[in-house]
């Protein structure tokens, strides 16, 4: 049976080249991080840490104040939590049709069919952690056109393969490779635009409401029976310090664990870590373990489940 792997906060390697967007102003400084599987980044200087894929990706966007992520897409879930920071989510294809401010630990399951974008509107550098359905990601990012359009301004061409090439490196399209083509009239016509309230009700979690929740055990984020209902192809658990566990889980699929806050300690086979906020744990199906507040003071971390459903458009008992 494979072993479980981990990926400490203070050793994740960033990549400022990550995307179309890399020289656009007001996203040139924001710094991409993959932590399990190979993600949605366009670039080969994107660092994997591990390359196991457990039905889902992992992975961490990092900005300092004032620096967005341009407005985008995907064919899967995208999810979100606050580990550090503020954050302003906005949507629509011109980033108009509504907007939402996540706090410290907040989680939000985008849906799919949507462009959204998002800005750390804190005054400190700022992270957010990232869950992508799909061994693939669901197959990279679809930009909206303006986005394509202003990144081409400044240097930066989008190949059909999903790799980016940076002309201010001298870098072209091979000549066997078509640019990526633009989304068609059809499909930008059939986005979904919802308003804000839809969007808090169904689609946003607050931590403090978790929080509240996990003193009667495991709270179930996403899933279909979740506080936001979706199948993705995984599920979602919050757990606090208060949460009541049995002394020993089991992992009957690929969980891994994302700490929040405190000091947790994760046992297996004998062998045990104490994990710390931001970082991350991948435990192999099989596996029998325990989990362990060791300190005092706040502690909680959220649980990712691999679930039998196929990754692919957001679910609410029909596709929305």
């Known amino acids: ?13 960033p990549c400022r080249t990550a995307f179309i ?25 994107q660092h994997v840490h591990i390359k196991a894929t457990p039905g889902f990706n992992i992975g961490a966007a990092g900005q300092p104040p004032r620096c967005f992520n341009s ?3 995907h064919n899967t879930a995208e999810v979100f939590f606050v580990l550090k920071g503020r954050w302003r989510f906005f949507w629509g294809e011109t980033g108009e049709d509504g907007e939402v401010i996540l706090e410290e630990g907040d989680i ?7 462009f959204r974008g998002f800005e750390n509107i804190g005054s400190d550098y700022g992270m957010i952690m990232s869950i992508l359905g799909g061994d693939d990601a669901g197959g990279g990012v679809i930009w909206a ?20 090439y940076d002309t201010k ?8 490779e078509l640019e990526m083509p633009l989304p068609e009239q059809d499909w930008l016509n059939a986005l979904l635009r919802p308003d804000a309230t839809t969007v808090v009700k169904h689609y946003v979690a607050r931590y403090w409401d978790m929080m509240a929740m996990a003193a009667q055990g495991a709270v179930k984020v996403i899933g279909e029976h979740g506080l936001l209902i979706d199948k ?18 089991h992992a009957e699929k690929d969980v891994v664990l994302m700490v929040m806050r405190g000091h947790w300690s994760v046992s297996w086979q004998g062998k045990t870590e104490i994990f710390n906020p931001g970082d991350t744990i991948w435990l192999p199906g099989g596996t029998d373990y325990s989990l362990k507040v060791t300190a005092s003071g706040e502690a909680s971390l959220f649980r990712v489940t691999r679930t039998d459903d196929p990754a692919g458009l957001t679910w609410t008992g029909e596709n929305v």
């Open 1 to 13: 049976m494979e072993q479980p792997q981990w990926v400490r906060f203070g050793e994740l390697i």
């Open 232 to 249: 993705p192809g995984f599920e979602v658990d919050f757990l606090s310090r208060q949460s009541p566990l049995p002394e020993t889980l």
């Open 108 to 114: 939000f399951n985008i849906p799919t069919r949507l």
């Open 21 to 45: 967007d890399a020289h656009t102003p007001g996203s040139s400084e924001k710094e991409n991080f993959t932590i399990i599987g190979g993600g949605v980044s366009e670039s080969p200087d």
């Open 145 to 164: 056109p303006h986005v394509r359009e202003a990144a081409q301004a400044h240097g930066l061409v989008l190949g059909e393969t999903g790799r980016l």
């Open 169 to 176: 490196k001298d870098e072209a399209l091979p000549d066997d």
């Open 71 to 73: 407005l985008h897409s």
